[in-house]
């Protein structure tokens, strides 16, 4: 009882599924699919603690999940205050305006810009159509969400429960194919604010889960003697044109696809940054701190956002395929283009590369070495997949920009 009163004498309200003026214990009003989100949370903690997928990422996700469906703890993105006639958002709502308002994505890019070397890709410029090729992940779950368009759509009408995606929506799915969490958030959030979390989540799951699924692709579409192709260390590139590449890449793609512009510019002035060699202290920051403390916010925000009214819908199961069958497309699109380039280029360029079409950074590069390590213990691999990975990670902002320019 005097817990009680002493809320109600604070005269704060909470609503967004809390307890309306009074206390209650979750035990009593919890949920099935709130259960069920729940025990998604610890799927989760256990692949980032025990298995050791992406867990700077999925730790803060997983616990995101699990305080925003505890009923009346009022720790999801969506919950709010009310006091003496005032709303003030809660600490999740407050942490998540910085994805809604389009805050985190760009400042990661800044980070991931300062830790870019673009010496492989200016070094080698082919390598750079395997960062285009990956894209086709983008288009053909777009293609995908596009065929499920609206309710008059015909294969909506055989799937219950569901009204069909707009074109925003479809869009925002479609990016999922970049293999970019910041970029997929920052799609969502322009675009499709309504699937955020679940194009997020999804984005994120996928690039957890490189070391499972590209493998077998990249073995499928090769063969024992590409696989085996040793490729020569990437010629150094000075500073002068690594300095000069940033400022043309940005003043070329902002001049063409403004809309890219938050992305692209800030991951160019973090290289900028990196390569200008008087910023020191800059540079030791966005490679770190600032980096380390972005991506705890982002994963706790996209988790708080994934309550189980949201989350557990046949909109999901959908966006959740479709993000597959992105990332599959996005992988084969790589290597396939590396394929034409080892053809054309008389073996000189190992398709194992082609894996890092997607802009799953750094990890699809890690595979590239480690399976091109199993088949030639004189391969390596690493920075030669690293010309593929930035390009992608360009492009895949690029196209992102012409979507929100499109549909938002």
């Not at 200016?122 to 293609?143: D, E, H, R, W, Y």
């Not at 957890?208 to 040793?230: C, G, H, S, Y």
Request: net charge positive.
């Amino acid at each position: 009882m005097a817990i009680d009163q002493a809320i109600m004498n604070s005269g704060v309200l909470l609503n967004a599924g809390g307890v309306m003026g009074g206390y209650s214990t979750g035990l009593t009003v919890i949920t099935i699919p709130q259960v069920i989100m729940l025990m998604i949370g610890l799927f989760f903690i256990y692949l980032a603690v025990a298995k050791k997928y992406e867990p700077l990422l999925l730790l803060p996700l997983a616990f995101g999940i699990i305080i925003a469906n505890i009923p009346g703890a009022n720790l999801s993105a969506y919950d709010v205050f009310e006091s003496a006639g005032q709303t003030r958002p809660g600490l999740l709502n407050f942490l998540y305006g910085g994805i809604m308002n389009v805050i985190y994505p760009p400042l990661i890019f800044l980070c991931i810009g300062s830790m870019t070397d673009f010496g492989p890709l200016i070094s080698n410029p082919k390598t750079a159509f395997i960062g285009l090729g990956g894209q086709l992940g983008i288009f053909v779950a777009f293609a995908g969400a596009f065929l499920l368009l609206g309710h008059g759509a015909w294969l909506t009408s055989l799937i219950p429960g569901f009204d069909g995606f707009s074109a925003g929506q479809a869009a925002s799915i479609g990016i999922i194919g970049s293999s970019d969490g910041p970029t997929s958030i920052f799609a969502a959030s322009r675009m499709a604010p309504e699937i955020l979390s679940t194009v997020a989540i999804a984005a994120f799951s996928y690039m957890a889960l490189v070391p499972f699924i590209q493998p077998p692709i990249m073995r499928w579409l090769t063969n024992d003697k590409e696989r085996k192709i040793v490729m020569p260390a990437p010629r150094n590139v000075s500073q002068k044109k690594k300095i000069i590449f940033p400022i043309i890449i940005t003043l070329v793609v902002l001049l063409l696809v403004p809309a890219a512009g938050a992305l692209v510019g800030m991951f160019m002035l973090g290289n900028l940054i990196r390569e200008s060699g008087v910023t020191g202290r800059y540079l030791e920051t966005l490679q770190n701190a600032f980096l380390n403390i972005l991506t705890l916010l982002v994963a706790l925000s996209i988790g708080s956002s994934a309550t189980a009214d949201k989350f557990l819908t046949t909109t999901t199961i959908i966006v959740i395929i479709l993000g597959l069958i992105a990332f599959v497309s996005g992988t084969i699109g790589g290597v396939l283009i590396a394929k034409l380039l080892c053809k054309t280029s008389g073996g000189k360029i190992n398709p194992l590369i082609g894996n890092s079409g997607v802009s799953a950074m750094p990890m699809a590069a890690r595979i590239s070495q480690k399976l091109g390590q199993q088949y030639n213990s004189q391969n390596h691999l690493l920075m030669h997949a690293m010309g593929p990975i930035v390009s992608s990670t360009v492009f895949s902002a690029v196209v992102a920009g012409i979507f929100i320019a499109l549909f938002s």
